[in-house]
């Protein structure tokens, strides 16, 4: 109900699904909030069109390992994300109010977001705060963020190390195929993200934007597809309101491409295969960084 929380504990389980059309391995339901404590080796395989740990509840999700010694493997069958929503067309397909404090997370994704968005379905509302996390999207999902046609939103990374890598048309993180980026804070921790081919390293997918990205502290290394910005918008998409500040370590390229096509820019425009990208309006660099 919601204002109650379960608390699950998953201890070296081993739960695969794959075989089964539309079943997930683990699936988190109800208006309240699930915590979800790691013990050991967990491995969470779902079939098609389920996310590997499948997150439906109204609440938040939140993956904590108070004793350092857990790790979550979560597969997504086909167009499920790892950790998040399943296909759209059946079942839920965004994948939001995810909060990963601890422990070793993988979450490699089918055409979908490593940790957000199944097919059709935005990421949103999404924290890591510890551990080391390795979100791979699957063919047009963001490793963190948006799925195929998902936007990735108000994402933070407060601490930890993060490893995102989009799937192609996808950013690593914040939009999938044809999803804008918007609301990335890094805080701290270290983050290193790449896009897939036409998309941004942090930002907007393939055709779409990225928006209203902040780096306040951390190390962040990102890194975009060909044609797509290293923070901002993707292959024809346009970057806008970029910070960085503070004591943050920042190392930004853009995708390489043919250079009489275009590229994208370290920092800015997605290459648009006319001309050369320009730097975004309203960019804030601090010169000490």
């Known amino acids: 109900e919601t204002g109650q929380t379960a608390e699950v504990t998953l201890g070296g389980v081993d739960i695969d699904c794959s075989a089964l059309d539309r079943v997930a391995a683990v699936y988190t339901g109800g208006a309240g909030d699930v915590v979800i404590e790691l013990d050991g080796v967990n491995t969470l395989q779902s079939g098609a069109n389920r996310a590997g740990l499948e997150k439906d509840n109204d609440g938040t999700l939140t993956i904590n390992d108070a004793d350092n010694d857990g790790v979550l493997n979560a597969f997504g069958g086909d167009y499920g994300a790892g950790i998040g929503g399943g296909d759209s067309d059946y079942y839920n397909g965004d994948g939001s109010g995810i909060i990963i404090n601890g422990g070793t997370v993988n979450a490699p994704a089918a055409p979908a977001a490593g940790i957000g968005g199944g097919r059709d379905g935005a990421g949103s509302h999404i924290t890591v705060n510890g551990g080391a996390v390795n979100a791979t999207g699957g063919f047009d999902g ?12 108000d994402i933070t990374v407060n601490g930890g190390i993060v490893n995102a890598l989009g799937g192609n048309f996808a950013a690593g993180i914040g939009g999938g195929y044809c999803g804008d980026g918007s609301g990335i804070t890094v805080n701290g921790g270290t983050v290193n993200a790449t896009g897939g081919y036409g998309g941004a390293g942090i930002g907007g997918g393939n055709r779409c934007s990225g928006s209203g990205i902040t780096v306040n502290g951390g190390t962040v290394t990102a890194s975009g597809g060909s044609h797509g910005a290293g923070i901002g918008g993707g292959l024809y998409g346009s970057g806008s309101d970029v910070t960085v ?18 590229a994208g820019a370290g920092i800015g425009n997605g290459g648009n295969y006319l001309s050369s990208s320009t730097p975004i309006d309203g960019a804030e660099i601090d010169p000490d960084v």
């Open 245 to 262: 500040s503070g004591v943050a370590r920042v190392n930004v390229q853009g995708g390489g491409g043919d250079p009489d096509i275009g």
């Open 142 to 153: 963001a490793g963190i963020g948006g799925g195929w046609y998902g936007d990735g939103s």
